[in-house]
């Protein structure tokens, strides 16, 4: 079975800094994708990044970035210029290639501050 | 492009009693799954949709089932509600191609609470 680890249950970001995210995965196979989710209070998980296992280059999505080491099985998001509308529920998932099921972490409440 | 939709928003229901919830899929997309996220936890996967058969399951048990419908909208039955089935429910859609790994899009979540 594979899991996901975030070890950090809550962060805290002041406005225009840099933040990261840390999630750890366990598993044995080698193709699947990674994926960070936000879900602020409204409750709607909204997909930020996601990366292809077999792809070296970390996936970029304008203030969002993440650090892939695929063989440390870790998957940090790192958000860039915060902002207050960056606060919610952040979910580090992982799916196998030839799967169907997201399989989430606990996730880490990030908090935004002026 | 129309999203994800569910409903009801939120419902409390008895324990024992039986419970329908709906999801319609974004425009486009043939395949449905469904999450159960307990408070202050990650989703869990409940079993996923693919041309109106079950494509996939995880551990949860039979008095959780589903129907999808060939406009690709989906239902949740839940049977014999317990106290723990108190959650949000999501549904997700995507849409099935030969390889895995396409993003799903989430809807907004139905609250159950279970009294």
């Known amino acids: 079975a594979q899991t996901v680890t975030q070890s950090q249950p809550e962060m805290s970001v002041q406005e225009a800094e840099t933040v990261t995210l840390s999630c750890t995965y366990d598993?044995?196979?080698?193709?699947?994708?990674l994926f960070w989710y936000k879900q602020p209070p409204s409750r709607q998980m909204i997909l930020v990044i996601r990366q292809e296992a077999y792809k070296q280059q970390n996936a970029t999505e304008n203030r969002f970035s993440v650090n892939f080491q695929k063989a440390a099985k870790s998957f940090s998001l790192k958000i860039s210029d915060s902002q207050l509308g960056d606060a919610a529920m952040y979910f580090c998932a992982y799916m196998l290639n030839s799967g169907y099921a997201l399989n989430f972490g606990k996730g880490t409440s990030l908090l935004v501050t002026p | 492009e129309t999203g994800v939709t569910q409903s009801p928003t939120h419902l409390i229901k008895t324990r024992g009693q039986q419970v329908t919830l709906r999801c319609s899929s974004q425009?486009?997309?043939?395949?449905v799954s469904w999450y159960q996220q307990a408070l202050g936890q990650g989703p869990q996967f409940i079993f996923q949709?693919?041309?109106?058969?079950?494509?996939g399951r995880g551990n949860f048990p039979p008095r959780f089932s589903g129907l999808q419908f060939p406009n690709y909208s989906s239902e949740l039955n839940v049977n014999a509600l317990e106290l723990d089935d108190s959650a949000l429910y999501l549904c997700?859609?995507?849409?099935?191609?030969?390889?895995?790994?396409?993003?799903?899009?989430f809807g907004p979540g139905t609250r159950l609470t279970v009294t």
């Open positions: 425009s486009g997309h043939n395949t």
């Open positions: 997700a859609s995507s849409l099935a191609q030969t390889s895995g790994g396409h993003e799903q899009y």
């Open positions: 598993t044995s196979e080698s193709d699947y994708y």
């Open positions: 949709y693919y041309r109106e058969e079950e494509n």
